[in-house]
T-cell receptor, first 111, second 115 residues
Framework: SQELEQSPQSLIVQEGKNLTINCTSSKTLYGLYWYKQKYGEGLIFLMMLQKGGEEKSHEKITAKLDEKKQQSSLHITASQPSHAGIYLCGADYSSASKIIFGSGTRLSIRP | KAGVTQTPRYLIKTRGQQVTLSCSPISGHRSVSWYQQTPGQGLQFLFEYFSETQRNKGNFPGRFSGRQFSNSRSEMNVSTLELGDSALYLC??????????????FGPGTRLLVL
């Protein structure tokens, strides 16, 4: 979706290194979701952010929503092979249970 | 709690046929949304049902339709299949009573191949 830009499209990272994925919206977000998808499978919910400046962490994954609620970043610390997959950000623009998804970031972890 | 389940997981159809996909939401969830995922278009919203009523709809042709039953289970139907309908169809359920703001939990998807 052009409303939501996700970068980079793909990322290859050495195991143990940190990485960041960005998601930028063309308009103010009501909520921002991060999901992970293994190829051809369903989406696994990671985190949801709603408040400007909000930051949430789960294990080695941290997501932030900027103050203006138009940009979010997902940061993985000390990456592991289990982190490999496709990361998708999804925007809720207050349009009623309809998530607009970014194009995804394909993450590969090099041993 | 059991997660969102979808049946069948894989399906092969030919052009012109119709297909029905099923989704059982997480127990207690009354909102079910459907999405289509293709390599070219990514993940796109089809429609959402809440309490047996379609509450939201994406930009898909009328060949795509759905319904929801009193137990919140939902079905999606695609009539007159086209090659471009080949995709992974995902459904998601949430506890949303009012629109928006509730986490959507996704099922494993149904992979449809149209020949």
């Amino acid at each position: 979706s052009q409303e939501l830009e996700q970068s980079p499209q793909s990322l290859i990272v050495q195991e143990g290194k940190n990485l960041t994925i960005n998601c930028t919206s063309s308009k103010t977000l009501y909520g921002l979701y991060w999901y992970k998808q293994k190829y051809g499978e369903g989406l696994i919910f990671l985190m949801m952010l709603q408040k400007g400046g909000e930051e949430k962490s789960h294990e080695k994954i941290t997501a932030k929503l900027d103050e203006k609620k138009q940009q979010s970043s997902l940061h993985i610390t000390a990456s592991q092979p289990s982190h490999a997959g496709i990361y998708l950000c999804g925007a809720d623009y207050s349009s009623a249970s309809k998530i607009i998804f970014g194009s995804g970031t394909r993450l590969s972890i090099r041993p | 709690k059991a997660g969102v389940t979808q049946t069948p997981r894989y399906l092969i159809k030919t052009r012109g046929q119709q297909v029905t996909l099923s989704c059982s939401p997480i127990s207690g969830h009354r909102s079910v949304s459907w999405y289509q995922q293709t390599p070219g278009q990514g993940l796109q919203f089809l429609f959402e049902y809440f309490s047996e009523t379609q509450r939201n709809k994406g930009n898909f042709p009328g060949r795509f339709s759905g319904r929801q039953f009193s137990n919140s289970r939902s079905e999606m139907n695609v009539s007159t299949l086209e090659l471009g309908d080949s995709a992974l169809y995902l459904c998601a359920s949430s506890n949303a009573r009012t629109s928006g703001g509730e986490t959507q939990y996704f099922g494993p998807g149904t992979r449809l191949l149209v020949l």
